[in-house]
């Protein structure tokens, strides 16, 4: 990792995270798919995802997270728009000056980056620079991903994994001892893997295809699971040693949902008990970008971040590509819940 001198700091000031309405439960998923509840949750830990229904697409997603992390950092006053995702509304252009406009930000700074699962790690360092460098004293960092559009509808393999979902964080410009300041940062790639976790055609390599597979992801799940375990370790340690923590100071580990074994396998090799991992994966399933301002928005409104604890964020996705960042828990206000008809279920229960 580069030695990270801090000019100043990006400052976690706001967060938001939503889901789109529709759930499809392990139960619906195995009416038309060789599969079970039981295989999936127990493989997995998911029991249900969100997904896109027709007409609706990455940008909304992206959009009313966006708004929800402006509204909770109580001014809607950016420079920059970076949104992490894999599955624009298009090849070309990019996603996120579509987001500003729709967001009634028209003119700043917005652009997409593509780091896929790891993307929205990627995307709180990219903010993190334009911050360092000046370019921006505010900017919203939004992940956003629908990969229900990229999963092939009859794999088993993909379609009970991933769901879709937007998170969104505003930085603010401060200093590097505050609370809510994001760092260090290790990032990291391997693009010799990237025939593990991948959709073949479409872009520039193949346009098309007679075979109708390959405009759907393909993924060597075994293989990503034992470089996500072992990368999201190593990653993690890197930035204990660059923020002088110790492993038992962590508070929450906060990884990519991906596979709850996954989040325990990480964990035992850090050595963070379990009841320090954030699980929020049985509600999302795998949501890629969006994956880590969910779990940040989930385990705020729970209480499991409290202001001052020390969290430990990591993610890894297809490229292969992984890093991880660290902060101490900001006081934040305004931060709803994303699973609003449950809480309208339990409501009406009352
Ligand atoms: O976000 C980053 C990208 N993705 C990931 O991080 C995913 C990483 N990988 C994983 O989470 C896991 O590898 C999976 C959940 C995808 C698969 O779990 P696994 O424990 O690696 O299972 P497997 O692929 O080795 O399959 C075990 C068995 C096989 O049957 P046999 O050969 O033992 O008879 C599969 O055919 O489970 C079968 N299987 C299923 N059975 C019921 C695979 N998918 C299913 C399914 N339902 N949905």
Not at 4 to 12: I, Y
Not at 103 to 131: E, H, K, P
Not at 238 to 258: I, K, N, P, T, Y
């Amino acid at each position: 990792m580069p030695t990270q001198e801090m000019r100043g700091a990006a400052v976690l000031a706001g967060l938001g995270a939503w889901l789109p309405p529709h759930v499809v439960d392990n139960h619906e998923l195995s009416q038309r798919l060789d599969t079970s509840d039981e295989w999936i949750r127990t493989r997995t830990g998911i029991g249900q995802r969100h997904i896109v229904t027709p007409g609706m697409s990455t940008v909304d997603l992206a959009t009313e997270a966006g708004a929800l992390a402006l509204r909770s950092a109580g001014s809607d006053q950016v420079d920059a728009l970076v949104l992490a995702t894999a599955t624009p509304d298009q090849v070309c252009p990019a996603s996120a000056p579509q987001v500003a406009s729709r967001l009634g930000l028209t003119g700043i700074a917005a652009f997409d980056v593509n780091a896929v699962c790891a993307g929205f790690v990627y995307a709180l360092a990219t903010a993190s620079g334009l911050i360092a460098a000046g370019a921006a004293s505010r900017v919203l960092v939004v992940g956003a991903d629908t990969f229900s559009t990229l999963v092939e509808p009859n794999d088993r393999g993909t379609v009970p994994i991933f769901g879709d979902g937007g998170g969104a964080v505003v930085l603010r410009a401060g200093t590097p001892g505050e609370l809510g300041a994001l760092g260090p940062f290790d990032l990291h790639s391997d693009g010799e893997l990237a025939d593990l976790l991948v959709v073949p055609a479409g872009g520039s390599k193949m346009r098309r295809s007679d075979d109708p597979t390959d405009y759907f992801l393909a993924m060597q799940g075994t293989a990503v699971f034992r470089h996500a375990s072992a990368r999201m370790a190593e990653s993690s340690r890197e930035v204990l040693r660059a923020a002088g923590w110790a492993v038992d100071e962590v508070d929450s580990f906060v990884g990519h949902q991906a596979n709850v074994r996954i989040l325990n396998a990480v964990a035992k090799h850090l050595g963070v008990p379990k009841e320090d991992v954030v699980v929020n994966i049985e509600r999302t399933g795998n949501t890629s970008a969006a994956s880590i301002p969910l779990a940040l928005t989930d385990a705020c409104v729970d209480g499991t971040l409290k202001p001052g604890d020390k969290v430990l964020i990591s993610a890894f996705g297809a490229g292969l590509t992984w890093g991880s960042t660290a902060l101490r828990w900001p006081e934040l206000a305004d931060v709803e819940s994303p699973h609003r008809e449950q809480r309208i279920v339990q409501a009406a229960a009352l």
